[in-house]
């Protein structure tokens, strides 16, 4: 198992590479070329340079998170195939600089949906939250103004201004678009590019969507086990895979976490492993990775993880704004840096007594 945490770049992130270097067991990144918006090329000098800044930090860069699908795939407009192309030459010049993790989502319009970036806990510390009711309230505009108010004058991952500008065109391309024909085009963007995937060596690795329900009338469709095998058996290629983020499944305390796991065995490229309390249908706040603090036994989630022979990359994912901090809502340095060390621990007990040291 391969510990990283995600990093969107010296312009984009509060957190240094240096810190991370420092956090015990962490190996390497998960990061991005943030300003590239979807549907351009990836030049294989900014990768590269991407790259070679990590290394220098004393880092690995252990994959993409996310190379961004454009709409027009997603919806099958007319400038599909152009730009799965340019999908596609993204994937070589990632593919030539060693690279063979990209995680990326199929949600359309957004990526995650939250009613509050900082909701007040009992110990002073905030986190990201959802209340189905507050969202039936309000229309995606109020959300994204909502959103940005409390963003810390950040760019967050999904909820770029310059796309939140084009909403009214982004929900009219999905006018007609029901969840199978969403899939459908799932199924025909991996189909186009698994020979490059395979080529090089490159996993793909798609995030689940967040929470795991349709929102605003939208389809969402890697929401539970059964889509999620579909996938994996109707595109073969063992380059097509899964992100399993147990805080974004786990939205639905309908999904079992374990039994997902297992069920994945072999198809699971990156696990985000995080925990989430649930309130009541609909409405569940982030939480410490810690078991006791929400409502996931995160033990017998690495443990479904370690039985499943997964031996990939892991990161914590959204953490508490805690001990003051101001960075982009999940992703400050303190509380993710206290998850990847707890999972670190949880993985040395679950592998050490298991008797192989995995
Ligand atoms: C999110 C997403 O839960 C998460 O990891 O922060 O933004 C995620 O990175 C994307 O959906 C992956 O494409
Ligand atoms: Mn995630």
């Known amino acids: 198992m391969k510990m990283t945490l995600r990093w969107f770049g010296n312009d984009f992130d509060s957190v240094p590479l240096w810190k991370i270097r420092q956090i015990p067991g962490v190996e390497g990144v998960i990061s991005t070329l943030y300003g590239i918006p979807a549907g351009e090329v990836w030049e294989r000098e900014q990768i590269h340079a991407l790259k070679e800044e990590i290394e220098d930090a004393g880092l690995k860069l252990l994959g993409i998170e996310s190379v961004n699908v454009h709409d027009s795939i997603k919806a099958a407009t007319p400038e599909r195939d152009r730009h ?4 596609i030459k993204t994937l070589e010049a990632l593919g030539k600089e060693g690279i063979d993790l990209v995680c990326y989502n199929f949600m359309p319009v957004f990526d995650w949906t939250r009613s509050d970036l900082a909701k007040m806990r009992a110990d002073g510390s905030t986190v990201l939250s959802y209340d189905q009711d507050e969202i039936d309230k309000i229309n995606p505009d109020e959300m994204f103004e909502n959103i940005d108010k409390k963003s810390n004058g950040f760019v967050l991952p999904g909820w770029e201004p310059e796309r939140m500008a084009k909403i009214k065109e982004l929900f009219a391309l999905y006018k007609g678009i029901n969840n199978e024909k969403l899939f459908e085009n799932l199924v025909y963007f991996l189909n186009a590019i698994m020979p490059t995937c395979e080529k090089y060596g490159i996993k793909m690795a798609i995030h689940p969507d967040d929470p795991a329900w349709p929102v605003f009338g939208l389809p969402r469709i890697m929401t539970c086990k059964e889509n999620l095998l579909r996938l994996v058996n109707e595109v073969k290629s ?19 976490l374990e039994d997902i796991i297992k069920s994945l065995k072999g198809r699971i490229h990156f696990a985000h492993i995080r925990n989430l309390k649930h309130h009541s249908k609909g409405k569940f706040e982030e939480a410490a990775h810690l078991s006791s603090d929400g409502s996931f036994d995160m033990l017998k989630i690495v443990k479904a993880f370690y039985d499943s022979g997964f031996d990939g990359v892991v990161r914590p994912d959204h953490g508490r704004a805690i001990w003051g901090e ?9 509380d993710r840096a206290l998850g990847a060390v707890y999972l670190n621990g949880l993985w040395e007990a679950v592998s050490k007594l298991s008797g192989e040291g995995r």
């Open 84 to 87: 799965i192309e340019n999908y």
């Open 238 to 256: 063992p380059c097509n895979g899964i992100t399993l983020c147990t805080g974004s499944l786990g939205s639905n305390p309908e999904n079992d």
């Open 326 to 334: 101001v960075a982009l809502p999940g992703y400050g340095l303190y």
